[in-house]
């Protein structure tokens, strides 16, 4: 009887330690692949990309996702504040997207790229900005063309270039651009018609966009003093 029971009590945790490694070798129920260690579903992570690819998740235009990306709103904000990011939602605009957490005097890397402007892509968008105001106000589709575009904009030529060809050349460079961040989207059936996202209006305030006009209309006047804090070209706009 002696010898019976210290035996078994060595047994029990042996056996016990063998089942915890092997658990921990397991793959989590959650897991899509193989070798993932994942622990969030399937429609969960599709969100999470979008909002990580971005430059937004529209739920217009990502109707799927949206309605996921409500139900793990707290789930989805953990995960991106793990990589110093801060999720965004305008619910009423059905827009959500990310940006740099802001961390104070705390050093951390940037995952989130700036892009640059050229004085072209900020008239630009100050332009879309207000077509967008307009449209919201009629209850219509915000949606134009690549010559009302360049129509618009010519009004600051005079500012951003002497030579008609190369400021048209340098406008359609700036759609370009514009389309690849997603803020103008192609309407089917036409290559120079694009409705414009809502996600626009999360990038200027009222009063940015009362400052930029202001400042733009002073330049396309020729004031010199405007004109002085013109932003400089890109190289790829010179091309």
Known sequence: MNWSEPQHETDTPALSTVASEAGEGAPPATALFNGDSGELPLDTRRALVQLLS???????RHAKLWPILLRDEVTVRRRLAELFLELVIDRDMQVAFTRQADTGDLEVPLLLRRAQLTFIDSILLLYLRQRLTQADAQGERAVVDLGEIVDNLTLYERAASTDRAGFTKRVNASV???????????????????EISPTLKLLFSAEEIQTLTALYRRMAAGDPAALGKQPTPDEEDEQ
């Open 54 to 60: 971005g430059p937004a998740l529209d739920g217009r």
């Open 176 to 194: 370009e651009k514009i389309k690849k961040h997603n803020i103008l989207q192609k309407i089917r059936a036409s290559d120079e018609r694009f």
